[in-house]
């Protein structure tokens, strides 16, 4: 069936088909790459965690250093185990984003531009949404 | 409790809620909130940060496997995106206006609803094939997809303001309960939008981690996504989910789903109590 679908779209410009199988690798990418720093973070903050575990059951906010983009810089050049955690989260919430920007790429070339529109709404309000917050 | 017990135990029971949203159909945050909060003890503030973390990577690591057979639609996904991502911004606001006590009130009254439709999923699959719109045209939201006998189906949506407000409202409970809100989507497009159920499944599928990913942002700023949390339970959830849609779901496990429907009504009975007598 797989092969039915590529003999369809072969030899035709740029299509939804294949613009789905490429976003699909793009997201499971993402999902690796975030996971596999999520992963070194979380031995490395094993590693330096002695004694308990911490306190979840009253909540108290993150420090700047887990939370905010400028401080997250300097936490990464000191190595923070916990702060490379956060990198890997960062990655994964730029997954979804980086799955809508290519999609906008994709229908400016199948030269879609309502498609365009659309995909440029969404994005601009992933954008704002993230940075307005920071 | 020690540290590194702590994060095994709660790799366990993400792998554990992984499975079961899987298994459901209704995705890991549904089983994940509750679990950290009535199990685990953990406040619901981080259960919810830390459940849009793994909705986006059990969206996104399902995602290479649904456009393989090709039902999705990228058109009506990124149409209703619109709604669904505005939404979750709304709902990330509105969450820190509400008491912590009403939101597992909320969060109980969902998994109520959410058990219902999985109860009703199986038993009404809903018609296939009508006329739709003249708006599916000129938005391009009609399509096609793989029939049962291997030939392409045709399929034309209706009521699209219906189902572009209701992907509002499935965009508000994503931001606000951290949850990917899946059920309500396939709802606005299979039963609102009259699209083929199994395109309203796997698009639906896409839009839950570009929905999460609009609100997650927000709570990251707002210190809500603990890296001790994040790192046992992302992983856990993302295992869970893989394996549960690699393999369960392919075998016949109806009796296993009928059984999880009444975890999920037990659980949000359990939320709901909790919530209503503050021992949350």
Redesign the interface.
Known sequence: ??KG?ADETQGKRFG??Q???M???L??V??LL??AV??I??VL??HA??????N????S???AK???LGDMGHGLAAGD???I??L???L??????A??AF?LVAFAIER?K??VA??L??LV??LI??FR?? | ???????LLLFAGSIAAGLLGALTGLGGGVVLVPLLTLI????I??AIGVSL?SV??T???A????????Y?S??IG??L??AT??G??FG?FLATRIHTQVLAVIFGLVLIYSAYLSWQQTRHPAPDLRAGSPWSRR??LSGQY?GPD?KPQKYEVENIPGGAAMMFGAGTLSGLLGIGSGAVKVLAMDRVMKVPFKVSTTTSN?MI??T???????Y?????????????V??GV?CGSLVGARYLVKANVSLLRNIFTWVILALGVEMIVNGAMNRL
Do not use: C, N, W
């Open positions: 069936m797989s679908r939804d088909p613009m789905e199988v976003m699909g690798r997201l499971q993402g999902v975030a996971s999520v992963l973070g979380g903050y094993l965690q002695h004694g308990s575990a911490p979840y059951r009253s909540f906010s993150e420090p887990l939370r905010q185990p916990a702060t955690i956060q890997g989260v960062l994964l919430i730029a997954t979804p984003v799955r809508v999609a879609d309502l498609y659309v995909s709404i969404v309000v992933l949404s993230f917050s920071q | 409790m020690a540290a590194l017990l702590f994060t685990f003890h953990v406040d503030r981080y973390i986006i990577a969206s996104s690591g995602a290479a496997a649904y456009v393989r057979d090709g999705s990228i058109r990124m149409l995106e619109i991502t505005i979750a911004v990330a938005l391009k793989p291997g896409f981690g570009v999460a990913a609009a609100s997650a942002g927000i990251l700023h707002r210190g809500f996504i603990d890296p001790g949390l994040a790192f046992p992302m992983l993302l």
